[in-house]
């Protein structure tokens, strides 16, 4: 089993950058590949972002998003970073790492990822 902790959401202005961080434990990291989600307010649809693979080579980011979120992943900390540029107000919204045993962290459908965490919140104002 693995355990995934998001951390570094918070109140950020519009311009304004954040790295989101996801530490994972119960599982040698560099078998899991990651990604990120977001789930707006009053919507169940999470939102895929960016997928890193397992040895951190192939990433991949939403074309919403590439020109202002990046992907990186550190297997010697066991941690995957979402670093956050430009944020705008509808970037607001609860964001998860996920991890998957079994895939490159391309596939954008939640159902291919094993792991989750609880989420950090990510608020933007105008």
């Known amino acids: 089993q693995v355990q995934l902790v998001e951390s570094g959401g918070g109140l950020v202005q519009a311009g304004g950058s954040l790295r989101l961080s996801c530490a994972a434990s119960?599982?040698?990291?560099?078998?899991?590949?990651m990604a990120w989600f977001r789930q707006g307010p009053g919507t169940e649809r999470r939102e895929f972002l960016a997928g890193i693979s397992r040895s951190g080579n192939t990433k991949t980011h939403e074309k919403s998003v590439k020109d202002r979120f990046t992907i990186s992943k550190d297997n010697a900390k066991n941690t995957v970073y979402l670093q956050m540029n430009n944020l705008k107000p509808e970037d607001t919204a609860l964001y998860y790492c996920a991890g998957s045993g079994r895939g490159d962290g391309r596939s954008p459908f939640r159902g291919d990822y094993d792991y989750w965490g609880q989420g950090t919140q990510v608020t933007v104002s105008s």
């Open positions: 119960g599982r040698s990291f560099s078998t899991i590949a």
